[in-house]
């Protein structure tokens, strides 16, 4: 463990922060000058803040605890009660002078059991992956290859590691294909196809599902993989009692070239160079209650990001659930196809 990953400055801003909690991987982070703990930050800290539409660029000290639990080196302790106790999951441990010397983790090289959930999963294989060509001129897109599995047994083993074992998918484009694969697999799984009988876009094809729900259910499009804790999205969802959340990631986008601030009158007041821009992005992985459903119109070719749009307009409960840009993968085009496997043959070898 290298201590610099943890350790950040009050001065440096929560989008900076960010990145380090997304590097060290263990969703937390210490503040300290010079050496010295004054307070932690975690990664659910950060994602309340960007809910409330806090500043990215804001100080992190805002946001910190600045009583962390810690341990003393020179003291026995049992580490893992103390987390266990105080529900924390990184203890540091400083000097009399509260110098930080380590870091203690509750699961350290321990695999960490997954809450069960067993809510069902909705996902969107019914498109024809145009942004895939030529690989689905031949393939499907939920039957493109990511390594040794297909993109969609991807998606399905991560829901059932939360114990989510039934999928409702819904298909068009080379149905019987897709339908076929999953049915002669070795592996059997828990699968309603739900057939669409004209293209009816990322929403319409969801009211094809009326009635078959009385609980939120998860949705998710069959190109993207989402690398976080599902339990906590659904509590999140039904804590803030959402028609639907959105799961969202931070991106940061930098401009490879100087930009121009101009008043009124035509005259330059400031020359920005190379300014970055953070803004929250639509992963394509939601959760939905089944209220949702009421609001699409039957046999209409709608997209999703329509029907939301509506319910804000009419005064429904919309919500977010921000993820860090690591924790989600998206295959929609060639190049992105490739990030995602490498990083997935990266993620192996760990």
Known sequence: MNLDDFIVS?????????????HNTKGIAFICKSGYLKAVVTDGD???????????????????????KFAYN?????????MKRHSITALPVINKDKKLLSIRFLYDGQAVKKRGINSPVVIMAGGKGTRLYPYTQILPKPLIPVGEKTITELIMDRFKAYECNHFDMI?????????????????????DFIEEKKYLGTGGGLKLLMGKYKEPFFMTNCDILIEDDYYEIMKHHKKDKNIITIVTATKNLTIPYGTIDISENGQVTRINEKPSFSFLTN????VISPEFLEMIQEDTFIHITDIIQNCIWKGKKVGIYPISENAWMDMGQLEELEKMRERLEQDARK
């Open 171 to 191: 298909v068009n484009y080379k149905k019987n294909f897709i339908k076929s694969f999953f049915t002669d697999n070795e592996i059997k799984r828990e699968i």
């Open 283 to 286: 992963t394509g992985f939601y």
């Open 74 to 82: 020179d003291e026995l302790v049992d580490y893992e009660s103390i």
């Open 10 to 22: 009050g001065e440096d801003t929560v989008l900076q922060v960010m990145k380090i909690i997304d």
């Open 46 to 68: 950060i994602r309340r803040y960007i809910i409330k539409n806090g500043d990215l660029n804001g100080k992190i000290e805002e946001i910190s605890n600045n009583n962390p």
